[in-house]
Structures are given as structure tokens and as C-alpha cells.
Nanobody
Framework: QVQLVESGGGLVQPGGSLRLSCAAS????????MGWYRQAPGKERELVAA????????NYADSVKGRFTISRDNAKNTVYLQMVSLKPDDTAVYSC?????????WGQGTQVTVSS
């Protein structure tokens, strides 16, 4: 019913920037809460940022506050994660999630590597 495709990951130097995109297919995008999660090798997956379906309110992990910005464009069925001042600890697979009630959908993930 809903498919999510992430893009924009890659290799970047410390202090650099990347913008991740998550494009959704299917109906009802504007009704979904959208989030970005990340998982590094040997670690649990953690919530990075989320944005609500109603008023667009956002939540961020403490580790990324002031550096990452989540946004959505309902007309384009797309959610973004703008990342600046990247650190090596930001290296992980970043995945997009859509949720509404008991419906949950995940994207395939995109690799972000921050290294000199």
C-alpha cells in the first residue's frame, strides 16, 4: 500500500552536509507521522527525528538538535532530513518510517558515512 524509497546518502567529511530524501508512493501521505531512524553496526536502531501529520511539530534526538532538520512536502509525498556539521558518530544506515494507527512502513535505508 505504501512504499518508501530513501536517497541522498553517501560519504562526507566531518563538518560536511547531506540532505536525505524519502519519497512515498500510495495514498494518504499527509495522514502519516514520518520519522528518520538510524542504526550503526553493533548498536540498536534509534529515532533521529520525527514530524507529525497534523501541525508539523517535530522531535529530535538530543545528539542531533541544532544540526539536523526534518521537513515534509505533502504535495510531493516526500520527507527530508537536512544534516549539517556532520560528525563521525553520525555514521549509520538511515531509514525512513511512516506510521498511522497500527500501520507502519519502512524504507530500505541509505548509508551515511562521515569520515576523513
Amino acid at each position: 500500500q505504501v512504499q518508501l524509497v530513501e536517497s541522498g546518502g553517501g560519504l562526507v567529511q566531518p563538518g560536511g552536509s547531506l540532505r536525505l530524501s524519502c519519497a512515498a508512493s500510495g495514498s494518504g501521505f499527509s495522514m502519516y507521522t514520518m520519522g528518520w531512524y538510524r542504526q550503526a553496526p553493533g548498536k540498536e536502531r534509534e529515532l533521529v527525528a520525527a514530524i507529525s501529520s497534523a501541525d508539523g511539530s517535530t522531535n529530535y534526538a538530543d545528539s542531533v538538535k541544532g544540526r539536523f532538520t526534518i521537513s515534509r512536502d505533502n504535495a510531493k509525498n516526500t520527507v527530508y532530513l537536512q544534516m549539517v556539521s556532520l560528525k563521525p558518530d553520525d555514521t549509520a544506515v538511515y531509514s525512513c518510517r511512516a506510521s498511522w494507527g497500527f500501520h507502519i512502513y519502512w524504507g530500505q535505508g541509505t548509508q551515511v558515512t562521515v569520515s576523513s
